[in-house]
Structure formats: structure tokens, C-alpha cells
């Protein structure tokens, strides 16, 4: 097997890409700029744009299974993110190749009382969750016409590199001896996702692909802690246990909502920590057996030394 990784300078793609190799497995990526990326043994860069199909060619030579990690700042999802999704999906469709997508509950709802599972309603109460479920249709119309896709759907993803994740935001501030924030109700339930046991599990099930149907889903339950929970592991990798929280500034961010497109898509998913939202995980596990997991306070603390570099 070998693998070609598209957003290998973001989160999920970069986690992705090291589980890859970590397991021995070759990867391709195709990048912007190659300079961004240390050099990893294993590890072929293509430079080029991913919207550019001469470029995307080039970077699949060879490979078999295509991961999708490429995203695009919220203001920009509509139409780019459909634009990436439809580049992948038509070289896919291409050269028989089986896409690894990594999703999340944006186009799951309106219903979140009970954890969710592959089979729940989309009907999702923002537009970020339609455009997601568009993304999704198209991926599965490419397994009618050759390809294959494994969807792995995951809360909120932390650890690894990157500085948008919602980890990031929320303990910004503490790493420099200011206080944790917290973004929601303290008595709801929120998923997390840990990136590196989402690079794994993506591995696990690339290698046992053949045993799929050409379209699968499989939802990834990872961490799933109130904020005290949350807050007493991140006072644990601070080596504080008295550091204290603050609430995140919506009412402030409330006064730039017309102003700025980034403000106003964050208020749209602002319901994502207002409900008790958490990941079914039985079918991944009766799949897997094992579901690659660490436990919360060693990836948290993982996740406060390392974000923020793209060390290899």
C-alpha cells in the first residue's frame, strides 16, 4: 500500500500522514510550498495545488488510497471546499482509489440527546452542515463510478500541529499563564478527538479496506468530558491545578459578528457547545476490535507541549 496525503500542513492531514509512516507505510503528499514539510524517510513531497489535476496526477503515482485532509478557513468553505472535494472525488472515480475523508457532525441533527451514530438524521441546523453533507454525497457518488471511501466522522480535534483548533483557542491564553477558557454550558457533554489515535485508527482501516463496501462510515467516539473534566486535564498538562477560567468572550465577539466573516461562522456552530455532543463508537469497535485511544490526560498534556509545530 501507499498512501497520498492532500493537507499534509494542516491537523488531521499531518497526523495522518506520520501514522502512515509510522506504520512503515509510503506517503506522497502534494504540497504547496515543499519547504514547509521537515524531510521524513518514507516521505515523497509533489509540489503543486491540489485544484490543479496535472499536479494531483503527479501525486497520486503509485498510491492506491488518497486522504483527504484539505480544509479551508470557514468564510472560504462555500464553494472551495465543494471545488477540493470534486477534484478528489473525479481522480478517485479516475484510478479505482480508495479515499479516506475525515468528517465530522456538522451535517448530523437536529436530534443530539443520544450519541450519534452512522445512521442518524442529517438534518443539520447550520449551513456549514448542508455544504459538509454535500461533500459527503459527492464522495459517495464516486464509489458508483469506481472508487472507494472510508469516512471516519470525529468531534473536536486536538494534539499535533496547527493553530485553529478549538484546543488551541481555549488554552492559548494559559500556556503563557493566563487563564483556560471555556466555551459552553460546564454540564454538557462535548466529544474530542485526539489526532494522533485518528491517524491511527485511519491506518487500521486502510489496511483492512478490502473488507469494506466501496462507501463506509464509521464514527470515532475519542473523549467525551464536561468542561470540569476538560479543565482539570488541561490543568494537569500545565502543571497548575489552580489555574483558573474564564468564560470565551462571545458577548464581546458579538459586537464584530456584521464586521467579520470569521466571527459570524463561528457563532453559526456555536449550538456544537450548547448541546451534548458525542460519537457512537460501537461499529468502529466491533470492526476494529481496539480503537487506538490515549488516555485524556496524557493527550491533552501531549497535545499543550506540541501544537503549534510541524516537527516531523
Known amino acids: 500500500m501507499q498512501v497520498t496525503i492532500l493537507g499534509i500542513t494542516g491537523g488531521v492531514g499531518h497526523a495522518a500522514a506520520h501514522a502512515f509512516l509510522d506504520a512503515g507505510i509510503p506517503v506522497r503528499a502534494l504540497v504547496r510550498d515543499a519547504g514547509r514539510v521537515p524531510p521524513r524517510e518514507g516521505l515523497t513531497l509533489v509540489e503543486g495545488d491540489a485544484r490543479d489535476p496535472e499536479a494531483l496526477a503527479r501525486a497520486i503515482e503509485g498510491s492506491d488510497v488518497l486522504f483527504h485532509g484539505l480544509n479551508l478557513p470557514y468564510p472560504d468553505w462555500d464553494p472551495g471546499m465543494f471545488e477540493l472535494t470534486e477534484a478528489v472525488a473525479t481522480v478517485a472515480e479516475a484510478h479505482g482509489l480508495t ?3 475525515p468528517g465530522n457532525v456538522y451535517g448530523l441533527g437536529p436530534d443530539f440527546i443520544e450519541a450519534l451514530t452512522e445512521e442518524d438524521a442529517h438534518q443539520p441546523p447550520s449551513r456549514k452542515g448542508a455544504l459538509r453533507n454535500r461533500l459527503e454525497a459527492r464522495l459517495r457518488q464516486a464509489t458508483e463510478a469506481g472508487a472507494r471511501c472510508i469516512v471516519l466522522r470525529a468531534g473536536d480535534f ?89 468564560g470565551f468572550p462571545w458577548m464581546w465577539m458579538q459586537l464584530a459578528r456584521p464586521f467579520v466573516p470569521m466571527v459570524r461562522e463561528l457563532f453559526e456552530m456555536r449550538y456544537l457547545w450548547n448541546e451534548p455532543v458525542r460519537m457512537d463508537g460501537s461499529k468502529l469497535r466491533a470492526f476494529l476490535g481496539e480503537v487506538p485511544h490515549t488516555p485524556l490526560y496524557d493527550a491533552v498534556r501531549q497535545a499543550l507541549a506540541g501544537e503549534g509545530t510541524l516537527a516531523a
Open 99 to 101: 479515499v479516506l475523508f
Open 158 to 246: 486536538f494534539g499535533g500541529i496547527g493553530q485553529s483548533s478549538w484546543m488551541y483557542h481555549l488554552t492559548d491564553g494559559a500556556r503563557t499563564g493566563g487563564p483556560i477558557q471555556i466555551a459552553g454550558p460546564t454540564d454538557v457533554l462535548h466529544a474530542w478527538a485526539f489526532l494522533p489515535d485518528v491517524g491511527k485508527t485511519f491506518v487500521l482501516l486502510a489496511q483492512r479496506r478490502n473488507e469494506l463496501p466501496p462507501w463506509a462510515v464509521f464514527h470515532f467516539e475519542g473523549h467525551v468530558v464536561t468542561a470540569p473534566t476538560w479543565v482539570e486535564a488541561v490543568r494537569a498538562g500545565l502543571g497548575d491545578p489552580t489555574r483558573h477560567t474564564k
